[in-house]
């Protein structure tokens, strides 16, 4: 049954959603959406022990893990390995061993560098499952997960009609890398992509996008504008040239979102800064779908841990 | 039946003292002296997601929270708000907003901004309750609760013939507020003020009390002293003059005790600073209910999380 | 039943294995190795509340402790004494008597001075257990225990004709202490410590004790390597010269492993300086039952909360 949902080569793990397989993505959200309706199992991972490892800090990631993990009955430890005196110098496969050695069944782990979670896997002993929250740039696969429920839940079922539009810093983004290998596998008929060129990532990333820096051209028609995140260390990196003038060009308002569908929604993986890439109108206006992915986060997180650690 | 607790405007919240009836107030410290007294209802928030968010850091007040939150089932989660990179500068309303929509139904919450709580409160979404762990210098209710609890189970539950004096940094102090309001909700006959000019607030909070800088004349003949902490800062701001001279002039020695009723009780919200409000003598003498009262903390915490959460 | 545990003085409590019964012993090794086995009695501490408080960091240390009370059901609260905010600059004690007061029935207290736990644990009320989860250069007693849990499992339960080598700077470390007072108290035939003479205990700490600067002969035909973790800043203090010279006169490697018995097992309390006190191919060789330690680390601390808190 695990294998279902198994990547090739990690069927006990969620690494990420490049290689998915269309049929286990559906799954994994048909089961979201039965946590997200309301129903659960509470006991599906009762006495098993969850830990998040987390190699850099993320409290609300974190705390989506733990809201699901209680909700399915398991117990949940939190490890900061950000900090220095966590693991004193030791190499982070010793902490994931030692971790693991205390009979530790799950691991939900961020890191900073891309691939070192997979590589963690990859050490696991049987029966002791993986699941990225987060690797450098790469992936962030329950957050593709939760964005293509909530998607779901609005649209429907079958995306091979649907205009989605993702704007932004694509470039740093691993929301936007699962979110993109997510859209491909559910055969989304049309996915822009949309920034300042500074931002946007190697062609192989945008393979199959429609790219341009254009927002206003880019809005036209979509049934789902997917807003990212601003790190301000951009501007210090010279990519953004003003916070001002990013609003200008990329922040979504509301006479901008006018070009989209008429039932078109608005997406933000959180946290948002208001005013810079959305504005409060559209962040709290009736379009806006970004605290049902909040939502659709926890009831994702249920059904990744429990198919990666039910029996 | 929450409605009960209910401070009016806000059914399902307990924001403050200020405002409660004497029916609301005698209902919960009746319901927190059943807690006290050993008898748990330990399912009664069974499978309720609580979060105390913190928005300034208090490990104490976050423990007894936690404490009283597990003896009901409930999950508790842990939010420090106060380190940078976890809200990474999304709004305080955004951070609310964002574990609320995960699922959690009862927020804890710290601020040091006066009100901070309140605004929350007033976003929160329906079925979802805010208690006011402590905001800037206005309000620490569960504080003030405890506080009363204390004193009734020393005194009894009628009020009207005690004597209590309160004595320090009234001015800065959110514990004194919300036992001033409790007090004189309770029909306390006579409830008295010291500490030295600089540290009295203004006429409005101390309205129907008797206030003075002379701590033995204030101690005349009272029935329960309340200490409060003296904050380090207050040297720094030039409103004390040194600890020592403060220690001389407010400080509570076995002496001074004397002064006092017979059976006279001393009270202190912790931690304390030992030597300087209050001498060793005093704080772990037979007149001290320092500790009942961090006792009765998780009690009074546990009806009021009951009374806004339960069914 | 309790007192079946007990250090002299202190029946509730594990302070440390100096002057602890070889019966109490062997009867702790016993019960952790069925917990080890897998056997658990999940609901021994069902709603007892136990708190771990560290005023010297170890997330390590923590996270078994924390999974050993899950596991038997407690409530399991965390308590970071050594950031300066959590106590105001209240007394440990405070501290400790606010948490008790609160209801918690255990304590798994880490402190960097010597004897301040037991100091803590002298002040316990009745029915309240405190464990010493490492105090100074002393104990660190569910380390010693865990040790000696590991040797059994590979040696049998008679260490009568057991050869032991404990290598590196005895001189700071509280796992060595306690490993000395078990391995005596186990009637241990050969204790060897080994290492440089500027990280060696005094003699009293030595009794009984082979002593040698030359890590090759103390290696000599032993049953038993325990390998200790070199501090970094014993460098800073002039105590050790570089870490090249110390891994060339005290590092593990394959080569210097040849000169122990053949069915010789390595140990280490990690976390490892890899490539200064062990080498990888050691660490992660087949002698190595440094993951067992950490397993057995559960296994022992469920065994000691169960017989200091449970009826």
């Known amino acids: 049954m695990n294998s279902q949902l198994g990547i090739i080569g990690s069927p006990h793990h969620l690494l990420g959603l490049d ?27 009762a006495g098993v022990a969850v830990c998040t490892l987390f190699f850099e800090p993320s409290t609300r990631t974190r705390l989506s893990f733990q809201l699901a993990a ?20 030791e190499t982070d496969l010793d902490t994931f061993r030692t971790i693991q050695a205390m009979g530790v069944r799950g ?9 070192a ?9 049987p029966g002791v499952a993986v699941v990225n929250a987060g ?15 909530t998607l779901r839940q609005a649209k429907g079922e079958d995306f091979s009609r649907l205009k989605v539009v993702i704007v932004g810093d694509v470039k740093h983004s691993r ?14 008929s049309e996915i822009r992509v949309c920034g300042p060129a500074s931002l946007l990532p190697d062609a192989g990333t ?24 601003l790190q ?37 993986p959180g946290p948002m800064n208001r005013g810079v890439e959305i504005t409060d109108e559209v962040a709290d206006g009736s379009r806006s779908r970004i605290l049902d992915q909040v939502a659709n986060g926890v009831a994702v997180r249920m059904a990744v841990l429990e198919a990666v650690l039910g029996r």
Request: glycine share 8%.
């Open 19 to 45: 290689g998915i397989s269309v049929d286990r993505l559906h799954a994994l959200l048909r089961r979201a959406q039965v946590f997200a309706a309301g129903e659960e199992s509470p006991n599906a991972l």
């Open 70 to 89: 209680q909700r399915l009955g398991a117990h949940i430890l939190n490890f900061d390995a950000s900090t220095s005196s966590a693991t004193k110098g």
């Open 107 to 115: 691991f939900v782990v961020r890191h900073k560098a891309d691939g």
């Open 117 to 125: 979670v997979a590589a963690l896997a990859a050490e696991a002993a």
């Open 135 to 149: 690797d450098g740039r790469s992936e962030h696969p329950t957050q593709g997960l939760l964005d293509m429920l």
């Open 175 to 188: 929301v936007a890398r699962s979110d993109l290998h997510a859209l491909r596998t559910l055969g989304c």
């Open 206 to 229: 945008l393979a199959g996008c429609a790219v341009t820096d254009d927002f206003d051209a880019a809005l036209d028609g979509v049934d789902a504008v997917m807003m990212l995140r």
């Open 232 to 268: 301000r260390e951009r501007m210090a990196e010279g990519l953004v040239a003003s916070l001002d003038e990013y609003h200008r060009d990329y922040g979504l308002t509301s006479a901008r979102l006018r070009r989209a569908a008429p039932e078109a929604i608005v997406m933000h």
